[in-house]
């Protein structure tokens, strides 16, 4: 049965999205090099930042909306992504980001059971690991699809998911149920049917946390993780899963922060700074065309190591598109512009990057922005779940991942 399943995923793979998404023709290079002339080149490195648009605190939700205004004036900032609140505080948000926008923002979730595991009056799809054990990976394709359907409702044009990392160490603090599970050809099959749910429906899906984040012990929100394995080893396990996304053209990779000796010695360089992971294992090896992400840059597995900015530099030299919130943008911005005008990367190379990102908002539809309708926002985000239900998953409220 394994061996039917994953036959049949590699022969429905198309290889055609990252290529859609990222697609080069007379409009779209035309809108894009429109768009890039008129980005100064403090704006040209904000193109490339992901902000941070709330957080929890001990008020409750807090919003920056004041703060991701300010940076839209005075940097163009690239793209937002949304936390917590209600899907009404969300849209009304998006709206006025948008209008405010000289260039039209990506915006992205963090949605790995649909808008629910972020939004507070939207039911939440379950876990992957819970989807893994129905044994269809029709319901993760229709999972998938339906998220698409949530996200295209709400101006939303990225999720952060499917979680692609196999689940292969009980002792693992983050991972755990956000993995479809310990098999690497399952994680390829229902990885693949959500990521394909997502985008047949106009949605960027986002494959993480590459090179595979399964087997650790530390969370990397506080520490660097380390794994001691060869490559032959992470070949045959962690990066099977990826090598199969990318052959189905997933739109974008979600970098982590890892440790592997194996894939770049030098001391406490995550995989999300390393050339070796991101420009030649990721993109020069595996052949992946689309976009890359960094994992949260605000997270202590680079931030320990390389504070004020440098994480930021590192990352666009290894090879990233996006920065996932880096902090203080200004900072962040003059540390990008003081690494170039040491050579330590180009100009060209930064413009590269904001073309890549550039055809990417034309293709998503971004090359006009459309004001988001409030009305029967929160029914319409949950229309769909109960059919779900009905073909054996149970929607459900998941406060436990509102992270």
Partial sequence: MKKLIIIAFLLSSTGLYAQRFLEVTPQSQHWADSTLKKLSRRQKIAQLMVIRTSTRSTK????FEKDVLRYIRKYNIGSVCLFQGTSLQQALLINTLQQKAKTPLMVCVDGETGLGMRFSDVISFPDQLTIGAVQDPAIAYKTGQTIAAQCKRIGIQVDYAPVVDINNNPANPVINFRSFGEDKYKVASFGGSI?????DNGIMACAKHFPGHGDVSVDSHLDLPVIMKSFAQLDELELFPFKALIREGVGSVMVAHLYIPAIDSTANRATSLSPNNVN????HDLGFKGLTFT??????????YFPKGEASVLSLIAGND?????????????KVRKSIRRKRQSWDDIDQKVNRVLLAKYNLGLSQVHKIDTISLA??????????KKRGICPCINPTAKR
Avoid: S, W, Y
């Fill in 60 to 63: 409750g939700v807090e919003f």
């Fill in 195 to 199: 990521m394909r749910g997502m985008q």
């Fill in 280 to 283: 030649k294992l990721l993109r």
């Fill in 295 to 304: 994992d949260a840059l605000e997270m202590k597995g680079v931030a320990k």
């Fill in 322 to 334: 996006m920065l996932c919130l880096p902090g203080d943008v200004e900072e962040n911005i003059e």
């Fill in 379 to 388: 029914a319409d985000l949950n229309a769909h779940t109960t059919a779900l």
